[in-house]
């Protein structure tokens, strides 16, 4: 996938360690693209930089509501987000325990980020290895089809690739327009 403007990670809760490994091997590859192409310098403002990590801030209230805000710039950036939904050692305080994050509460909280760089960034792409809610793609009776509807919801808040590799079926590359995502 061809990039559209600087690069730029956003690492969800429970998925920090993974995203440094990637921003470190990201930086080591494009001084490896540097030797050969030392144009991209000029030609790509933003193509090399110590990192590529934006820090998203994720606040929880004692209720449990939430809010994101973002600590750089994403102005003109292709950001990439990385979440993991199944990750449930991450906890946060509500009421004064502790609780583990569900898969909807992940879900949430990127969905709060998605707000905070909607409208400045130039392309927003979603890495999640666990599709979320790709359990839920077949209506049977009366069931919901959150699959559908999540996708959909990603789809109109900006997002403009949804990269996973558990998609559970391959039916739900139907949940939307051919050209969606």
């Known amino acids: 996938m061809e990039t559209v403007g600087p690069v730029a990670l956003i690492a969800m809760p429970g998925s920090v360690d993974f995203v440094n490994r990637i921003n470190k091997r990201l930086y080591r590859r494009r001084l490896q693209y540097l030797e050969s192409n030392p144009e991209l310098l000029y030609k790509n403002p933003g193509f090399m930089r110590e990192s590529y990590l934006i820090d998203a801030n994720l606040i929880r209230f004692a209720s449990g509501e ?27 305080k509500q009421f004064g325990q502790s609780v583990p994050m569900s898969p909807d509460d992940h879900f949430q909280d990127l969905v709060r980020v998605i707000l905070a760089c909607s409208g400045k960034a130039r392309r927003i792409n979603v890495i999640m290895p666990y599709l979320y809610e790709s359990r839920q793609s077949v209506r049977v009776s009366r069931e919901s089809l959150d699959c559908a509807y999540m996708l959909n919801e990603l789809k109109n808040l900006g997002v403009e690739n949804i990269i996973t590799f558990d998609p559970h079926d391959p039916g739900i590359e139907n949940a939307l327009p051919i050209n969606s995502i």
């Open 66 to 92: 939430g809010k994101a805000t973002l600590e750089s710039t994403v102005r003109g950036h292709d950001l990439y987000l990385i979440t993991d939904f199944l990750n449930h050692s991450i906890t946060y």
